[in-house]
């Protein structure tokens, strides 16, 4: 079936762009892996609406942004609470709803979190940038035309499947996350946790950092106590990859969490979030309170393996 | 690093030896493909592996990596590729051309000579999308970097930073001291490969005029 215009971008927000699961197996080329920041956020929404978990949908932070419907679709909004509207009228998050034909879509305010997730069904669609929809925003590729969203623009669907009977369809609250203004990001000690004395490495677990305005996608900025290596030692290491979740510690001592928009960098890196805390990372906002604990590599797995578990058993109970 | 990855280092300096070693154990796995990797970034001196845990645990990944580099046959690296690469030095397109001549206490011309002498090899690619680390760059051009970096820095420019020289792939900001800029460009995500240079090629500047950049045309080697 021809996929057909869906949406149109009455106003953006404050940065609204198209993503997917990211862009993974160019980092030999320098090419970073973008994609939702809350990844579960982004693949709840997906299932919502009767799409694969990976598809593409709107990313949006704070504001959020205001769409028209160019077709009769279903529609679900995940992550940050940024409380959706349709027609004015409120419409629950985490669950997909019937959008009519010129229906609108927009955002009263933050509530709780900070990224929104807009699932269409059928997925948004745009071209495949080494094997990805998502935008790389720094680099301006990927997503639509390489940049974040515009007034005026137009989003088609991947494919047209507009199945309203998919509509209502919820994650059980139970499973909804808490989001609050003060969060505790687990972790695993290195690479280079061994360039820091002691001394250090309990400060890190021991402070309480603000996420500080100046962050963007490509890293959580975070003011408080400045973290000391070892005496004697260099400001930076020689450029090696780093991961999303990598904990950077700058000349300055003030820790940056890298996101998904970088893949080497020259400061040592004191620790890592484990990949089942990865999401929250989209969703902590400026002022945030953020604490570190740090867990073994076992416990980080079974943290994992129960996201994980979740979420199929969630897709089972959609077919079932 | 964390639990789906692992920094394998092979060295703890920046030199042709310790570079080869991440090359042939990248090439290694690469060909090999075992499955459950999703990313490799060879870099100086170590390589990123990423992984999906729940495919192939960071213990077995472990063991692969160990068995590939025990067995690494040197003969199986490609014959590194040359990329000939035409800067117009100096002037606009090189604004700090004259301020490295300068910290160096030598004519503007020297630097250039100095600069499309060595054929470099190609480090890493990082930073931005098919951004070459470059080395080594002749001691008598060794330069810090600016003490303010450059919010933006337009892609072409060829910059110089201690024993490095690089090229800006897309339009970044950035801190090296820009003595030219090539009008080939480093990075199309168009393309497959994307980016024009891989770790492990050569590379060879040398100078052209501004007319002739105006009338470049693109080419791959």
Known sequence: MAAAEILEILSPGALTSVQDLGRYGFGRFGVAPSGALDAFALRIA?????????????????????????????????????????????????????????????????????RAYIAVAGGIGVPLVMDSKSTNLPSGFGGYHGRQLQKGDILSAESSCS???????????????????????????????????????????????????ESDRTGIR??????????????????????????????????????????????????TVISADLPLLGQIKPGD??????????????????????????????SG | MGDRSLLVELGDEIGPAVNQSVQELFTGLD??????????????????????????????????????????????????RTAKIPVVYGGNYGPDLLEVAEYHHIAPEKVISYHTQPTYRVYMIGFTPGYPYLGELPDALSTPRRKTPRTLVPRGSVGIAQKQTGIYSVDSPGGWQIIGWTPIPLFDPQRNPPSLLVMGDRVEFYSITAEEADQWQPQRF
């Open chain 1, 46 to 114: 997906n299932l919502l609406v009767g799409n694969r978990q990976d598809q593409a949908c709107l990313e949006s932070m704070l504001l959020g942004p205001r769409v028209r419907l160019l077709t009769d679709s279903v529609v679900a909004v995940t992550g940050g609470d940024l409380q959706p509207r349709r027609n004015g009228q409120p419409i629950q998050m985490w669950r997909s709803h019937v959008f009519k034909r010129d229906d609108i879509l927009s955002f009263k305010s933050l509530l709780n979190g900070f």
């Open chain 1, 163 to 213: 199945d309203v009977t998919i509509a209502g369809r919820a994650l059980n609250s139970a499973w909804v996350p808490q989001y609050s203004n003060h969060w505790t990001l687990r972790v695993i000690w290195g690479p280079q946790d061994d360039h820091f004395p002691n001394k250090s490495r309990d400060l890190f677990q021991s402070a309480s950092y603000k996420m500080s305005p």
């Open chain 1, 222 to 271: 975070l003011q408080g106590p400045v973290i000391q290596p070892k005496a004697d030692i260099e400001e930076s290491i020689i450029s090696e990859g780093v991961v999303c979740g990598s904990i950077q510690i700058p000349g300055d001592g003030k820790p940056i969490i890298i996101l998904g928009e970088t893949v080497t960098g020259g400061y040592r890196k004191i620790a």
């Open chain 1, 289 to 318: 309170e953020i604490r570190f604990t740090a867990v073994s590599p076992k416990a980080s797995l079974r943290a994992l393996q129960a996201a994980e578990d979740l979420i199929r058993r969630f897709d089972q109970s959609l």
């Open chain 2, 31 to 80: 060909f090999q493909k075992p499955k459950g990797i999703l990313e490799l970034v060879p870099s100086y001196r170590s390589l990123l592996v990423i992984c999906d845990p729940f495919i192939l645990s960071l213990a077995d990944l472990k063991l692969i990596i160990i068995e590939i580099h025990n067995n690494l046959d040197r003969s199986q690296l490609p014959e590194p």
